[in-house]
């Protein structure tokens, strides 16, 4: 997959040089470049804001130097094109996992008071979201949208079927989950994970995302079918919980 990035801070991308990403980065999975627009500024001190229209606060990156920037893309790799925006739809797993189907994606960060909207107008396929809550440039939005992303390229992870047993990718939250030593600060590790027992395990672990769903996100179980057993869990596990 390739991923381009149009910022006036390529530099915040560094973070890409460790983890996950990095790795997926030497194997070819991914490849990011970014695209610096202040390089394709139109005025001699090298700005890519200017003041808004109709007065109010802050400055607004021109439309310029960002549409310069895109048209240096190659045609065949530009793919989708969108802009990082707290007026966008808001991010969700679906939404990244279709994502991670396309092979080209361009991504616009914006900073100050947004973008000029003749750009989102003529150029922008998408505008996303990643919460109710505003950001001091879309990079920062964009370094989660790529990470997400990047667990469902295929050959990312380690585990090819860990993104599967993910929070969300069931509708559900992923249970509770333990690692050595078996008692910590006098804690212990529940039995049944400990039992061997598959079947045993499996069921907890149903339980485990049943209950921190029911008990953190009950709206996710409102847009979930649940298969008759699963219910039935829920049920017995609620009237515990509400005990
Ligand atoms: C300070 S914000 C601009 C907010 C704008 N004045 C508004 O009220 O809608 C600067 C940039 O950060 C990015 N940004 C801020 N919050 C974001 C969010 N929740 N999701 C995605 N991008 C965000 C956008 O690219 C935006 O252009």
Redesign the pocket.
Known sequence: MNINILTIFPEIFDIFNVGLISKSIKKNLISINTFDIRKNSINKHNHVDSKPYGGGEGMVMMAEPIVKTLSGIQKRKVGKVI??????KKLDQKKVISLAERKNLTLI???????DQRVIEKYVDEE????D??????EY?AICLIDAISRHIPGVLGNQDSYLKDTFSNGLLKGHVFTKPEIFESMEVPSELLSGNHKEIEKWKLESSLLQTFLKRPDLLENKKLSKKQKKLLEELASKAIL
């Not at 802009?83 to 966008?88: A, D, K, M, V």
Request: glycine letters at 24%; hydrophobic letters at 35%; proline letters at 4%.
């Open positions: 802009y990082l925006s707290p007026q966008g960060c914006g900073r100050y008071e947004g973008i996303i979201s990643i919460g809550f505003v950001l001091s440039g879309g939005a």
